[in-house]
């Protein structure tokens, strides 16, 4: 397994879960760590992207409330992901990938997917 998450459950809105993935030495060789989510009956979004100099870019929806960060020592991603709202319900699926670097944002050509662990924020 080259990325490994955990950290989802069900909670209510407002309230705060962190997600953690551990990544084998290979996925993690690769610069960039990413977290998506696919909402239910919608495609996978990326929602935040942390490149090895520690650039970190944000989903528009997510910004002022979810933190991403690494251990490069650890080879562990996570995402902070406060004040929940029932939209941000999804699999959250860690990613590595190459920096892509666009318009002033940081996305990811991922190498590597996790195979997910669910987020599920009720009213």
């Known amino acids: 397994v080259q990325l490994q998450a955990s950290g989802g459950g069900l909670v209510q809105a407002g309230e705060s879960l962190r997600l953690s993935c551990v990544a084998s030495?290979?996925?993690?060789?690769?610069?960039?760590m990413a977290w998506y989510r696919q909402p239910p009956r919608e495609q996978r979004e990326l929602v935040a992207a942390i490149s090895i100099d520690g650039t970190i870019d944000y989903e528009d929806s997510v910004k002022g409330r979810f933190t991403i960060s690494r251990d490069n020592t650890q080879k562990t991603v996570y995402l902070q992901m406060n004040m929940l709202k029932p939209e941000d319900t999804g699999r959250y699926y860690c990613?590595?990938?190459?920096?892509?670097?666009?318009?002033?944002?940081?996305?990811?050509?991922?190498?590597?997917w996790g195979k997910g662990t669910q987020v599920t924020v009720s009213s």
């Open positions: 030495e290979r996925a993690f060789s690769s610069n960039t």
């Open positions: 990613a590595a990938g190459d920096p892509v670097r666009y318009a002033g944002h940081l996305y990811i050509d991922v190498n590597y």
